[in-house]
């Protein structure tokens, strides 16, 4: 038995992918446990002036029922499943090949900008410009700004935009797969365990995410 424990640089801030959506419902999911829990207690441990209370049996027998009960409730790890599922780690790779190409090619127009901008100046501490051509150029420059800003903005919605994919995919993906899993094993209750989430403890008798990741893992490889 053990305890699970609570616990960019650029201007494209690194966004990990995150098991977006799988901690839904999680507080319903803890007030279902625990009303589960009293359901049971109250039908084996009957009232307070029943004989069989006075029983010494009585507190085992109420022990192994509601054990028994928690048998219809199983968990899986998030981080465990989205560090170690096959489709997450492809995913992974492929958001973040597409982040540094968009990073790269932001940081490459900032140069070239940047670099226009300092023969600007130069040209005006020399001489080497007329006024009008001066303010032709400080209105170019000015607009490739804003542009920069604008696509530094496109290229942030992008990322955005495809982690929700993915996310969404996942998600579509493990519920899917626990379905035809749960046909065979009769859970009432599967929940998702994420640390800081609505479930404080668990025993690890009821943590199925192994069994769960090797299935998962073994369908994507066919």
């Known amino acids: 038995m053990s305890e699970k424990e609570t616990s960019g640089q650029g201007h494209i801030p690194h966004v990990p992918v995150?098991?977006?959506?799988?901690?839904?419902?999680?507080?319903?999911n803890v007030v279902l446990f625990l009303g589960l829990i009293a359901l049971y207690a109250i039908h084996f441990i009957g009232q307070p002036?029943?004989?069989?209370?006075?029983?010494p049996r009585h507190a085992d027998l109420v022990e192994e029922k509601v054990d028994a009960a928690l048998h219809v409730i199983a968990y899986v790890d998030n981080e465990v499943l989205m560090e170690d599922y096959m489709l997450a780690i492809t995913m992974r790779a492929d958001f973040e090949a597409e982040q540094?190409?968009?990073?790269?090619?932001?940081e490459r127009r900032q140069r070239n900008f940047q670099t226009d901008v300092e023969r600007f100046q130069r040209d005006i501490q020399f001489g080497n410009i007329?006024?009008?051509e001066a303010q032709v150029k400080e209105q170019d420059l000015m607009q490739r700004q804003q542009d920069l800003i604008q696509l530094n903005e496109t290229y942030r919605d992008?990322?955005?935009r495809k982690e929700f994919e993915m996310n969404n995919e996942l998600f579509e993906k493990i519920s899917e797969f626990l379905e035809r899993y749960n046909q065979d094993k009769?859970?009432?209750?599967?929940l998702g365990y994420a640390r800081g989430g609505g479930i404080l403890y668990a025993r690890e008798k009821h943590d199925i995410t192994r069994e769960v990741l090797q299935r998962l893992n073994e369908e994507y490889d066919q």
């Not at 540094?100 to 932001?106: A, G, K, T």
């Open 130 to 132: 007329s006024m009008e």
């Open 49 to 55: 002036d029943d004989p069989a209370t006075d029983d």
């Open 100 to 106: 540094r190409r968009l990073e790269n090619d932001l």
């Open 186 to 190: 009769g859970y009432d209750f599967i």
């Open 18 to 28: 995150k098991s977006a959506g799988f901690n839904k419902g999680m507080v319903i």
């Open 158 to 160: 992008r990322l955005s």
